[in-house]
């Protein structure tokens, strides 16, 4: 079953046990469950497809947390990611697996972000970002797409918090 990006794009924020992850998640091949530093990822490599989700903030005194594990980041991987069959269905953007980084760039415009990397091996992102969504688009090192993956943008008020506590973390060290 070919699962739509708005679909699986719809699931980022919710519990991995609410009834539409579940749907999705059924009608995908075999899973594969790993944890790694409190982020689980559902692994549905013969679908081209993981989802890594994290337990929900604590709640707040008095109060009970319900549903467990948030999903986060969803990733879209091509035949050439190692294990991963590919992603079948229409890639954000119109965008395909293969295309260049310049490709990429004359179909969505300018990236807000550039990153490039050399471990475990060479790649480099391009990172778009709406309202909601923050895209990441991955490539080789041959400039080929290989990788999108996808998660809700934080809000002003969410990177308000996330940037007092890196500076208040740091003060402390």
Not at 7 to 16: A, C, D, F, P
Not at 127 to 132: I, K, Q, V, W
Not at 149 to 167: C, D, G, N, V
Request: hydrophobic share 30%.
């Amino acid at each position: 079953m070919v699962v739509d990006f708005l679909t699986l794009t719809s699931l980022l924020g919710r519990s991995l046990v609410d009834k539409n992850a579940q749907e999705v998640f059924s009608g995908l091949g075999r899973c594969i469950n790993f944890e790694d530093l409190g982020t689980l990822f559902k692994e549905f490599r013969d679908d081209g497809i993981y989802f890594e989700a994290q337990e929900k903030p604590k709640a707040k005194r008095g109060r009970r947390r319900r549903g467990g594990r948030l999903i986060r980041t969803i990733c879209l991987f091509s035949k050439d990611y190692p294990g991963y069959s590919e992603y079948s269905g229409t890639l954000p953007g119109s965008v395909k697996f293969g295309e260049s980084k310049n490709s990429v760039i004359e179909k969505l415009g300018n990236p807000f972000n550039v990153t490039s990397r050399k471990l475990p091996k060479p790649c480099t992102l391009l990172a778009y970002r709406d309202t909601n969504l923050t895209l990441n688009y991955e490539f080789d090192d041959s400039d080929c797409l290989f990788s999108v993956s996808a998660f809700k943008t934080p809000s002003e008020q969410e990177l308000a918090k996330i940037r007092w506590k890196f500076r208040h973390t740091r003060a402390s060290l």
